[in-house]
């Protein structure tokens, strides 16, 4: 009686805030299924009333609180995050025009030490001298070979004069629409394949019709789309509504898979795999976030239904 209402149960609306799921009470009006909003809102301000007497209540138990304190410390209060240094580097082949700074430098360190980084500084802080030096000089150091940059279509031009300031004596093959258009991709491809550049610099649209082997995207489409299956075996048969949700991205998915596999048909030898590239630079990262994923809630703004662009990048950095 004390934590449930007239139409959900203290164990109903538990379950309900465990799972992270959205509280709704419907009710029948002239033969019409509609939100029943009294019950709907003292539904939720009861579980509000249950998050909060839980918050007191964990810490009670004096034994219960000494193993959850315990068991914190062991997991997640245990580690001092790594500080990276890079004020030792020197940087042969940057142009003497180019002072870095410290936190440059560092970045440039964090890259060489860890590989996978995210450049998340503020504009106007150097994001792009950060990425071609990181790049120049893992690759002199031997870590990569044939570093890529992907950058928004009008960005091409800019990025490539900047890598030249940096790095005047640098070999730098640059793709545009225009260079990368269906007669020329062939020798583009060739080019980099053959070649040891330094670096390719690549427009997003550009990158994204670089197509892939069928035997690099299956397991990657099968275990996706095995995620979203067993998603919608979990779907009661009931709601009709989430069924079709999840059928329908299930579809979409698929599409998005064919396409890009699809998406090197017209000249059959252009696969990203015969590129060689070992480390991709995605300027702009926020361009490709939206992945598919599968949930229960809605929240507004949050779409679960990803982009052909971000899945494609996915699939690339899978490969490597």
Not at 23 to 41: G, I, Y
Not at 80 to 106: E, M, Y
Not at 148 to 173: D, G, I, R
Not at 221 to 234: F, N, S, T, Y
């Amino acid at each position: 009686a004390e934590f449930g209402t007239a139409d959900r149960s203290p164990s109903e609306l538990l379950e309900a805030i465990l799972n992270s799921r959205a509280l709704k009470v419907m009710k029948t009006e002239d033969k019409k299924t509609v939100v029943d909003t009294n019950a709907t809102q003292a539904a939720n301000d009861m579980a509000t009333k249950i998050k909060d007497k839980f918050k007191s209540w964990v810490w009670l138990d004096s034994e219960r609180a000494a193993d959850l304190v315990e068991a914190y410390n062991e997991r997640y209060n245990n580690i001092a995050p790594r500080r990276f240094d890079g004020s030792h580097l020197t940087l042969p082949g940057v142009s003497l025009r180019f002072k870095l700074h410290q936190h440059q430098l560092t970045a440039i360190w964090r890259q060489i030490q860890t590989g996978n980084t995210y450049l998340a500084h503020a504009v106007g802080a150097g994001k792009t001298i950060e990425a071609i030096a990181g790049g120049m000089e893992q690759k002199r150091l031997g870590l990569i070979r044939k570093p890529t940059y992907v950058v928004p279509n009008h960005m091409l031009e800019q990025f490539a004069n900047e890598f030249m300031e940096l790095y005047p004596l640098a070999n730098v093959m640059g793709a545009d629409d225009e260079n990368f258009s269906a007669e020329r991709r062939r020798a583009f491809v060739a080019a980099a394949t053959l070649n040891a550049p330094d670096a390719i610099v690549i427009t997003q649209s550009a990158f994204e019709r670089i197509g892939l082997k069928e035997e690099s995207v299956a397991p990657i489409r099968d275990e996706i789309l095995a995620e979203l299956e067993m998603e919608l075996d979990d779907v009661e048969k009931g709601d009709r509504v989430r069924r079709s949700q999840l059928e329908q991205q299930i579809e979409a998915v698929t599409q998005r898979f064919d396409s890009i596999l699809g998406a090197g048909k017209k000249d059959s030898s252009i696969k990203f795999e015969d590129i060689g590239t070992d480390m991709i630079y995605a300027d702009e990262a926020h361009a490709y976030r939206k992945l598919d994923f599968s949930t229960n809630q809605k929240i507004k703004g949050i779409d679960p239904n990803g982009s052909r662009r971000a899945l494609d990048m996915y699939v690339k950095t899978r490969v490597l």
